[in-house]
Nanobody, 124 residues
Framework: QVQLVESGGGLVQAGGSLRLTCAAS????????MGWFRQAPGKEREFVAA????????YYADSVKARFTISRDNAKNTVYLQMTSLKPEDTAVYLC?????????????????WGQGTQVTVSS
């Protein structure tokens, strides 16, 4: 069992930046591939970014590429999402997730553990 707790959300103006943090409970955190997803009101949950177990491989949804950066610190059992050049359409609840599968995935069905989410609101 892995417990995930997100923090760092808030209200920011368009063009601003935020850094989200996801803290994991388990010491074997480095065994899990991590991802960030988001869900806006009335919309489906969508993939944002994912990172490999070592942190050496990352990939992003096209909508956030070059603006968001995912990273992890296995010594601290933490994964981050640095968000820059924020747009009103980035407004959503952001959730981190973990899976122990053998390959990277942008499919939420592959993820075994989820946090409760943190709200990000970008004003125009």
């Amino acid at each position: 069992q892995v417990q995930l707790v997100e923090s760092g959300g808030g209200l920011v103006q368009a063009g601003g930046s935020l850094r989200l943090t996801c803290a994991a409970s388990r010491r074997t955190f480095s065994n899990y591939r991590m991802g960030w997803f988001r869900q806006a009101p009335g919309k489906e949950r969508e993939f944002v970014a994912a990172i490999s177990r070592s942190g050496s491989f990352t990939y992003y949804a096209d909508s956030v590429k070059a603006r968001f950066t995912i990273s992890r610190d296995n010594a601290k059992n933490t994964v981050y999402l640095q968000m820059t050049s924020l747009k009103p359409e980035d407004t959503a609840v952001y959730l981190c997730a973990a899976h122990g599968g053998v390959s990277q995935s942008s499919n939420q069905r592959d993820y075994d553990y989820w946090g409760q989410g943190t709200q990000v609101t970008v004003s125009s």
